[in-house]
């Protein structure tokens, strides 16, 4: 029994290795696949925290451009919580999915405002608050605090399909989440999950994507001519253009439409978007203006 409100489960009696084999292997590749990153080993859970949702659905290579800049001009909770919206826009710009960057500004509004400026240190309380979800909170318990947790994500996922499932396919998490329990350790919880994402990370490089295999796998939709791509660059003009005009943010989006040899944008789908991005707090109509 490694994790609170687990019982110890019967290891895959089909599996290739034990369960003693299988975390031997894991170690020991982990040790040789071993990532030096710029928020590994930090006793900051808000510092890790950020690397957990910038690393959601983002390439390593892309998140290391970004970190330690948002660190150094956003470097605490309350850093976060005081900022302008336009200000974390604008530094989360090349991550993707914006969405991250509003939800994370405002988990920190609530920990400013009523924890006092740090975060929670329980994976319940984390989960509380706006965009974290039981792998995020699972990352910050583990990485952050060194507490025992489950933490399920692609790489974690990869590793247990490839060595525990490896003629399986539509393998759930319901069926990982009790085996990653059992061989979580008490006593250095990120050490152990280090070694997975990493050996993970490694596998990619040398098979089939085993993540293809889980239940839960689906493919990313293509982004050129998105509504996700159209949402970012009127997010992106509104940032670079402050009180740019309804109208000629109508015929920007037009145009990168067009110059992308697609179909311009008609008035409705615009319409929509933008009143979209106004309702979540992407930025806002003052008039006839647009401003983050």
């Known amino acids: 029994m490694r994790v609170a409100g687990f019982d110890s489960p019967s ?68 850093a976060l919580a005081a900022a302008g919206t336009a200000d974390v ?15 994370l500004k405002r988990a920190c509004e609530e920990c400013s405002a009523i924890h006092g400026g740090a975060l929670p240190d329980t994976a319940e309380q984390l989960q509380q608050l706006p965009g974290i979800g039981p792998a995020t909170a699972a990352g910050v ?34 069926e990982l989440t009790p085996l990653v329990a059992a061989t979580c350790p008490q006593d250095d ?13 490694h596998l990619k490089t040398l098979v089939a994507n085993p993540s293809r295999r ?21 997010v992106r003009v509104v940032l670079a253009e402050p009180g740019i005009g309804f109208d000629d943010l109508a ?11 697609r179909d311009g944008v008609d008035a409705e789908t615009f319409e929509s978007i933008v009143n979209g991005l106004v309702r979540e707090g992407f930025f806002r109509q003052e008039g006839g203006v647009f401003r983050a």
Request: hydrophobic share 45%; net charge positive.
């Open 251 to 261: 015929a920007r989006l037009d145009a990168f439409e067009r110059a992308a040899g």
């Open 11 to 78: 290891w895959p009696a089909d599996a290739p290795l034990a369960r003693e084999a299988f975390e031997a292997k894991v170690r020991e590749e982990g040790a040789l696949r071993y990532r030096e990153l710029p928020w590994r080993y930090l006793d900051d859970p808000y510092a890790v925290l950020v690397s957990e949702v910038m690393l959601q659905q983002t390439q390593v290579t892309r998140v290391l451009k970004h970190w330690e800049r948002w660190m150094s001009l956003f470097p605490t909770v309350d």
């Open 214 to 234: 889980s239940a839960h796998y689906a493919r990313q939709s293509t982004f050129d001519g998105s509504r996700r791509q159209k949402r970012a660059e009127l």
């Open 189 to 201: 919880a990120r050490a152990w999950y280090y070694a997975l994402l990493d050996y993970g990370a």
């Open 89 to 103: 826009l604008a530094q989360w710009q090349g991550l993707g999915y914006n969405r991250r960057a509003l939800a």
């Open 141 to 174: 318990m583990a990485f952050a605090f060194g507490k025992p947790s489950i933490y399920i994500e692609t790489n974690v996922r990869t590793v247990f399909l490839h060595e525990v499932f490896p003629q399986r396919d539509k393998v759930s998490d319901r």
